[in-house]
């Protein structure tokens, strides 16, 4: 079968595989659609501290399942599989927080994605939870939306983001505008996107509507005033750069919560904080990673429930033999989702 393998950094192939084969108590499912993510693009060009050699990438998928050793997942089910499989056992997931397990697998990086014409679904993977029946309306399409909407849920849950809160989402990526999406959808108002490139703030607007999403512009004190008269009660760094901390410092209102979720370069990972500002005006600085089945679980039934128009956030599709076109396109900051149509 066909499979996008990376192989070295620098170096992913879309090159021919044997098919998986189906474990004791796992699924073999036949690729629906899979997302491509940021982290593909920067495993591409950099390697992965995860992978020693070549793997099968692929980590936002959806399918058919082709052949089940599970009852409760007949072949014809259609599915979506949470990437990260936690041990279960271990201390932190008896306290629930799968997506710190020190022993979590995850698809693509420690076993092979979905990226591929059929992927395997290991055993621990079913008993983890981590294989979610779409329900009846949600494409196959959509439904790849819950890896990244999973994390965005887990992040919100992370930063009680409730009613009447007012939230503000610094980058407007995928992940960014499902931010927006999610706070809205949990009663949260206002709720402002902002990013500083103009084609994003057009591709989430889309999605979101025209008064929801605007390009940064670079006066903070009308930025605080928009969020209510003390400043933003949220505000997410759903974006990668440094200086969006000060910026999120500067606009957070007394009790608010800065929701840390992207991941900064390690060199540029150290920034300045105003620890007076945290502790007389009891600033939370939340960091939230990943998520967890149970996340997953409530994306899809989100997804199938979604206020937004879920195709306007898939910007581009390719076949799976173009991975490398849709690669380029995610790094040159085009549109927001790409997906590689398999089957
Ligand atoms: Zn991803
Ligand atoms: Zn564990």
Known sequence: ????????????????????????????????YVGVCGSDVRT????????????????????????????????????????????????QCQRARHNLCPNRRVLAYDFPGGMAEQFAVPADAVLAGCVVPLPDGLSLRSATLAEPLHTVLSGQERGEIGPLDSV???????????????????????????????????????????????????????????????????????????????????????????????????????VPIDLNRVHYQQISIVGAFAGTPRHFRDAIGWLSRAQIDLDQLVTGQLPLDHALDAFAQIERGEGLKTMLRVG
């Open 44 to 91: 591409w060009r950099h390697g992965n501290a995860r992978l020693a050699g070549p793997q099968v990438l692929g980590h936002e998928v959806s399918g058919t399942v082709a052949a089940s050793d599970v009852e409760a997942y007949p072949v014809g089910t259609q599915v979506a599989v949470c990437p990260g499989v936690p041990c279960m056992r271990c201390d």
């Open 1 to 32: 079968m066909l499979a996008v393998m990376f192989k070295e950094p620098g170096t992913v192939a879309v090159e021919q595989i044997a098919l998986p084969q189906l474990a004791a108590g796992g699924l073999v499912v036949r690729t629906g």
């Open 168 to 270: 503000l989402v610094l980058g407007l990526g995928p992940i960014g505008t499902l931010h927006a999406a999610a706070a809205r959808s949990r009663g949260a108002a206002p709720v402002l996107g902002v990013d500083l490139l103009a084609q994003r703030v057009a591709s989430a607007a889309a999605v979101l509507g025209d008064g929801a999403v605007e390009l940064l512009g670079d006066d903070p004190a009308a930025l605080k005033a928009r969020g209510g008269p003390r400043g933003w009660d949220v505000v997410v760094l759903a974006n990668g750069a440094p200086q969006a901390v000060e910026l999120a410092m500067s606009v957070v209102a007394p009790c608010g919560r800065i929701l840390a979720f992207a991941g900064m370069p390690a060199a540029k990972a150290q």
